[in-house]
């Protein structure tokens, strides 16, 4: 218990505690699964899998990058996090009112015709942008990025944990998505397309919500 202790209120257990923390119920690996199932139904199992390493790790990346890089771009271009919300969320609600009122001959006729190139070219968007790492990951990452001094040795303790804390997300992103059908397989396929419908519709919630949190951030409409 006292290494328990020791390692949670050091920087480096901090860090990576709460980004795993922040960031598993924003991500959702396995509430996602559904949603990545859809765009991968018809492609062989190696194809899956590749595609969802891709996404993996393509979502390290791009949180770390929104960890170390972001605030410094949003400060140079003068983006505010409220502008990335609404931004964002808008996207997000978009791709869930897209999923939402897709029949099943029109995904079965759209993946028909997808190559395993083609699937894979969709691994950075919608597939990782926005749909894994989206606005509410990144603003978290650069929330907790703006907190970080960048100074001393418990900085840097407290950025590494934070890297290996998106390094185990990613890594449950990666363990979900590819097992999505053997997890949603006892469903059947009605079974399955009521838990699309049911994800889609939380999407476009999120989507929604992440939207209202933007303008709600405005400090105009904040007062």
């Known amino acids: 218990m006292d290494?328990?202790?020791?390692?949670t209120e050091g920087p480096?257990?901090?860090?990576?505690?709460?980004?795993?923390?922040?960031l598993i119920p924003i991500v959702n690996p396995l509430g996602m699964a559904p949603i990545f199932l859809e765009y991968t139904q018809d492609l062989d199992n190696p194809t899956t899998r590749r595609l969802a390493r891709r996404v993996a790790i393509n979502g390290f990346f791009l949180a770390a990058a929104s960890l170390l890089v972001g605030p410094f771009?949003?400060?140079?271009?003068?983006?505010?996090?409220?502008?990335v919300r609404i931004a964002?969320?808008?996207?997000?609600?978009f791709a869930g009112w897209r999923l939402l009122n897709q029949s099943q001959d029109d995904?079965?006729?759209?993946?028909?015709?997808?190559?395993a190139e083609t699937a894979m070219?969709?691994?950075?968007?919608?597939?990782?942008?926005?749909?894994?790492?989206?606005?509410?990951?990144?603003a978290v990452l650069l929330t907790v990025g703006s907190n970080i001094p960048y100074e001393g040795a418990k900085a840097v303790l407290?950025?590494?944990?934070?890297?290996?804390?998106?390094?185990?997300?990613c890594l449950a992103v990666y363990l979900c998505y590819s097992r999505a059908e053997p997890i949603l397989k006892r469903l059947g396929r009605n079974g399955v397309t009521v838990v699309l419908r049911l994800f889609a519709f939380i999407l476009l919630c999120i989507g929604v919500?992440?939207?209202?949190?933007g303008i709600r951030s405005i400090p105009a409409l904040a007062r």
């Open 121 to 138: 070219s969709r691994a950075f968007y919608p597939l990782t942008l926005p749909l894994t790492i989206g606005p509410g990951s990144i």
């Open 107 to 115: 995904a079965r006729e759209r993946m028909a015709s997808v190559s």
């Open 3 to 7: 290494f328990v202790k020791t390692f």
């Open 12 to 22: 480096f257990g901090h860090g990576l505690i709460f980004v795993v923390l922040s």
């Open 158 to 169: 407290d950025g590494i944990g934070a890297i290996v804390g998106i390094a185990v997300t």
């Open 88 to 93: 964002g969320g808008l996207v997000i609600a």
């Open 73 to 83: 771009v949003l400060e140079f271009f003068g983006i505010s996090l409220a502008a």
């Open 209 to 213: 919500q992440i939207m209202i949190e």
